[in-house]
């Protein structure tokens, strides 16, 4: 699994929620994103050059599941024949927001850009062209072959940053030697490039869900006072704020507890746009505050930040710990609201239970654990002239962060 760094502790949780352990799972971490070229590389040089690769965006959606897997098994043929694979879903509409795959039969003529509308109309009467799925398979060592050829200097930086990689699981690239690779897709580095390239058709009711459009019929929308409006879509994280709107039609209103968009029907993959515009003004820090935070032993979710004081609310999972830690800034009250709470300060350690609290001195060595079978959920108000994740220094933990 290919992430972001800052998403690694929540892809585990999401894991182990729906398959119950992680065991399986091997994890590469980018401390920055250069694009699908250089993180299936990366990906590639850390398994065997025979091995099948399968690449699979973790946005789709795919409900035919019997079809996906008879197609998979046509391009596991494919692949072991040493070719690269990708798969071109066959359209059932004139889709401007996608590219597509000319082809004639399982061979590749080539690939199209994002269309404009009446374009993408000929492309459907057509019955030839397929919507580029951004789902591949091939060997490693035929991937690795094909951008060495094509793009020599993503090979050689991606090898390079590899090489010099930390851990096995999860591997952790340097953000100086992700600096060094060149940005750019599979499609453009090796796809449109290799004569090697087969496409398998795949009529699997596939949706791509990269935007808020394609959400709208796959999660229903909020219920919503509307005067004198049709066609809109709402979503809120919040069940107690009550949405209305007068005179409004064809939107889309995403609102959540530190955000609000409001986006036309149709527009809102121009979200990335907005993004752009945050990375670029420091003073909207939006995009470096997270509201609920995962780590490896749990969550923790800020209620309050305020100058010199800050509130979280903090999930331990069972037979977790918190490192041995102090802070230089901030002293720290704990109030057990569920489960029971193992507290080590300084020399003491003490169970702290619902509806009791306990209070940790500036500069005070402690830890925070959870010894039984259930959360434990507390109140953390933590007061001082500095409360920034920072301001910690870890004396001993169980995952061996810095």
């Known amino acids: 699994i290919v992430s972001n760094i800052d998403h690694y502790f929540t892809a585990l949780d999401q894991i182990e929620d729906n398959f119950g352990s992680t065991l399986n799972s091997k994890f590469l971490l980018e401390p920055i994103a250069k694009n699908t070229a250089p993180a299936i590389a990366l990906s590639c040089f850390a398994l065997d050059r025979d091995e099948i690769v399968l690449v699979t965006p973790s946005d789709h959606l795919i409900k035919r599941e019997d079809r996906y897997l008879e197609v998979l098994g046509r391009a596991e043929e494919l692949a072991k024949g040493d070719y690269l694979v990708t798969f071109g879903i066959t359209p059932t509409s004139p889709e401007v927001g996608f590219g597509y795959i000319e082809a004639d039969g399982e061979d590749v003529l080539a690939f199209h850009e994002k269309p404009d509308i009446e374009t993408a109309r000929e492309y459907l009467n057509s019955g030839n062209y397929y919507w580029n799925s951004g789902m591949f398979m091939f060997r490693a060592g035929v991937f690795l072959d094909e951008l060495k050829e094509h793009s020599p200097e993503i090979y050689s930086m ?71 409006c049709s066609n809109n879509f709402y979503y809120s994280d919040s069940r107690d704020k009550t949405i209305a709107t007068i005179g409004l039609d064809n939107l889309i209103v995403v609102d959540t507890k530190d955000a609000l968009l409001i986006s036309k029907r149709g527009e809102s993959q121009r979200v990335k746009e907005v993004v752009n515009i945050l990375k670029g003004n420091s003073q909207l820090s939006i995009l470096n505050s997270e509201l609920k935070v995962h780590r490896p032993w749990g969550t923790y979710e800020v209620l309050v930040d305020e100058s010199g004081y800050k509130i979280k609310r903090i999930v331990v999972k069972p037979e977790r710990r918190l490192s041995l830690q102090k802070h230089f800034h901030r002293n720290e009250h704990w109030i057990v609201v569920s489960g029971t709470a193992t507290v080590t300060v300084g020399d003491s350690r003490y169970l702290v239970r619902p509806n009791e609290s306990t209070y940790i001195k500036m ?30 220094v870890r004396v001993e933990d169980d995952f061996n962060r810095e």
């Open 158 to 228: 991606a090898l390079s940053a590899f090489e010099s990689a930390r851990g096995d699981n999860p591997v952790r690239v340097s953000k100086e030697a992700m600096d060094a690779i060149p940005e750019d897709s599979i499609d453009y580095a090796v796809m449109e490039r290799s004569s090697r390239v087969k496409v398998v058709p795949s009529d699997i009711e596939w949706r791509d869900l990269g935007s808020f459009d394609s959400l709208v019929e796959e999660i229903g929308s909020k219920e919503a006072i509307e005067i004198d």
């Open 363 to 392: 500069g005070e060595v402690h830890r925070l654990e959870n010894e039984g079978k259930i959360p434990v959920v507390l109140i953390e108000a933590q007061v001082g002239e500095y409360t920034e994740e920072d301001d910690i």
